[in-house]
């Protein structure tokens, strides 16, 4: 039987896709990684008990590494949670020629990322996403992080995994909450880069996706694309951050005032509602364009509803964007369903004015 795999390169990175990933990283352990000395794996709980088991079965080399399992959850994509891991890999002699093995979601890849990274100045990592945003977004292209109190990827480096492999099969451990955060990511890679795609998506329910293959390929193809051209995120990288200005002012309010917070996904898509609305008045986007993208969005997330009160808080939230240029909220804005422009500068009240809009939205009337 053919290796059912594709092999991409972004940024550096090899990025194994596809049924036989991980059979390429049992190969890659006794062969380009078996020098390392040392093998950490990064879990959190859910990927310990849901995807460890998957792994060993297939790679049983894994057993050997020193397992570091953490809080899930995004609250714990924090300094407190590295120095924990930084901890236990010191404790169990890692160091330069060590290997972290991230297994989880854009948590585990953003923080093992990172932690791995600035450990004796850099030790080798590489990622194996379970969850469709870490497949399609987290995990390739060489951001790592972690949030500073509740401000998202506030401290962290571009550093690229030595590999990525993506095995989609772990999508079937995921509950739909955790599918749908990752969905958003992918009508996002449709909506800034390739229409064609947009319109695959919205010809059916995301229910209806049983093989999710073609797809992750696609979205993975679009942000390669535009990582191998601008890794630095000098400027055309910034595309893929439509949605996110005020979907990153979305999560971090949902993580101070809400007991269970919104998924980075949910998030997104409610930024993406409103920064359509300013795409709409600034950018060129057409009524059309606009109303179709808010009625698909609307068919798959529930509309997050916040106060009028809140607009202050999200505004001020925006001022910690690293987006920002000398003081300015800087958007990436769609022309037109798959055409994006980076670079926007948006004034405070255009963003209070898409939020007032999203307050007052009901479903039915945008
Ligand atoms: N998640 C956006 C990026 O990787 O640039």
Request: no cysteine; proline share 5%; net charge positive.
């Given at each position: 039987m053919a290796k059912k795999i594709k092999i991409l390169n972004i940024a550096g990175s090899p990025v194994y896709i596809g049924q036989s990933a991980l059979e390429e990283l049992r190969y890659n352990l006794n062969t380009i990684f078996a020098s390392k000395e040392t093998f950490f794996i990064l879990v959190d709980e859910n990927t310990d008990k849901h995807c460890y088991p998957q792994l060993v079965a297939i790679v049983p080399q894994i057993e050997k590494a020193y397992k570091i399992v953490v809080p899930s959850g995004?609250?714990?994509?924090t300094l407190t949670t590295c120095e924990q891991v930084w901890n236990q890999m010191a404790v169990a002699g890692a160091n330069r020629k060590s290997l972290l093995i991230n297994l989880g979601g854009g948590m585990i890849s953003d923080l093992g990322g990172f932690a791995a990274s600035v450990y004796h100045r850099g030790m080798q990592y590489v990622n194996i996403p379970t969850s469709l945003m870490s497949m399609i977004d987290a995990s390739i292209g060489g951001k790592t992080g972690v949030d500073l109190y509740s401000l998202k990827n506030q401290i962290g480096l571009f550093a690229p995994p030595a590999a990525v492999y993506i095995w989609?099969?772990?999508?079937?451990?995921?509950p739909h909450r955790q599918l749908l955060s990752g969905y958003a990511e992918m009508m996002k890679h449709a909506l800034i880069a390739d229409a064609d795609f947009w319109r695959k998506l919205i010809?059916?329910?995301?229910?209806?996706?049983?093989?999710?293959d073609d797809y992750i390929l696609e979205a993975i193809r679009i942000k390669s694309d535009i990582v191998n051209r601008d890794p630095y995120e000098e400027?055309?990288?910034?595309?893929?951050?439509?949605?996110?200005t005020l979907g990153h002012a979305f999560e971090t309010y949902s993580l101070r005032n809400d007991k269970s917070a919104i998924t980075h996904g949910e998030a997104v898509a409610m930024g993406m509602i409103c920064e359509a609305y300013i795409s709409y008045r600034v950018?060129?986007?057409s009524h059309t364009g606009r109303d179709e993208l808010v009625k698909h969005l609307l068919l798959n997330f529930n509309h997050y509803k916040i106060p009028v009160e809140a607009i202050d808080e999200l505004v001020e939230i925006?001022?910690?964007?690293?987006?920002?240029r000398k003081g300015h909220a800087m958007m990436t804005l769609l022309r037109d369903i798959g055409q994006a422009v980076e670079g926007q500068q948006i004034e405070p009240a255009m963003i209070r004015e898409s939020l007032f809009r999203y307050t007052n939205f009901s479903e039915s009337a945008q």
């Open positions: 995004e609250e714990n994509k989609p099969s772990f999508l079937a451990t995921l010809s059916m329910p995301m229910a209806v996706i049983s093989n999710w400027g055309e990288r910034r595309l893929l951050n439509f949605g996110h950018a060129g986007l925006t001022n910690y964007d690293k987006k920002n």
